[in-house]
């Protein structure tokens, strides 16, 4: 099954790359432009809008396949031949191949996950929307919180499989309510990390697609493989990757809050989705697992806190932009604005790549291993975060 969710993120990425480029055109035409400006970086007006091919990048192979599952009774053609390509290629066309042996099972399942998958792609549309909304016209910050929740909610609450920690509800018996109010903090606070992200080209696209694909890996390579995950992420991956070329620095075109607070969302559901113990493994066993999307996001979530505590402590709303970020300390210290994004891609695939390995360690000191690495990086970058922001050196 690993061709065909190959095959998604290509679709998802031509489709980016021509969205992109169309949408670049169009928003020149009709003014969707981001003027330069106050804290703004960038001297030209830049053509607003790259979250818009983000969305339709993988909104519509996701369409197509569940359209494919719940109208065709079984797998179409192309699908048995890569299941049969898998078997040729792993050396013996008449070896068992779980995967594609169970083709039909997975083909089931579809059908079974699609109510989830609608109801996950109308909440991300409805961010999507209010984001289009913000780039067009200002919203303020909290009506823009409020109404995060308020998406984030009305998709927790009926499924119960995007809901986090549900065993620690078993021994706290809160009735179901703490795993609902964790996950819609969690979903929330990744939500904003990544607009948060979004302050210098190609930055909140590329720790995106790393992130992505950091789970893409963890959801593949589990003894039970989460293809409806894999395939969002796939797509996902495909979107943000066909939208790079464009955005990264120099960027032709900025996704702004419509493809942030997307991605952002996005990402939060499917960590919450994801399995990260093994099948038959208790909480107990392998409680480090469940802390690998927190590794994996440790770049904008550390981001989010740090820039979010400064503007408090000054008095400032957290929602309130400013150059505080990590991005812009890094460029204080006299790196290339390109560099400092790719120095933030190097931390995130660091730590993205030790928390691939933690749902697969055996033992809690490999765990802590894991774990004090990823405290020595974010070391690493709170040392740079004590540099003198622009105008104060």
Known sequence: MIYPILLLCACSFGLSCILTWVIKRVAVRVGFVDKPGGRKIHANPKPLGGGIAIFWALLIPILAGLAEANFLSEPPLWLQTTSFVEKVLAHDPTANNPAADKLPAYWSGIRQQTPLALALLMATLAMHVMGLIDDRKALGPYVKLAVQLAVTTALVVPFQSLRTLTAIDHLLHTGGALPIILSV???????????????????????????????????????SPQWFVAAVLAALVGAL????????APASIFMGDSGSLTIGFLLGVLTVRTQYLRPGETLAAGWYAVFAPIIVLAVPLYDLLVVSALRISRGKSPFVGDTNHFSHRLVARGMSRRTAVLCLYLITATTSLAAILLPHVHSTLAAVLIFTQTLLILGVVMLLEQHPLPGQT
Request: hydrophobic letters at 60%; glycine letters at 6%.
């Open 185 to 223: 903090l969690w979903i929330t606070a990744v939500t904003n990390a990544f607009n948060f992200l979004d302050n210098m080209d190609g930055l909140s696209a590329g720790v995106a697609a790393i992130s992505s694909a950091a789970f893409l890996a963890t959801t593949l390579t589990m003894p």
């Open 241 to 248: 990757a066909g939208f790079l070329c464009f955005n990264f």
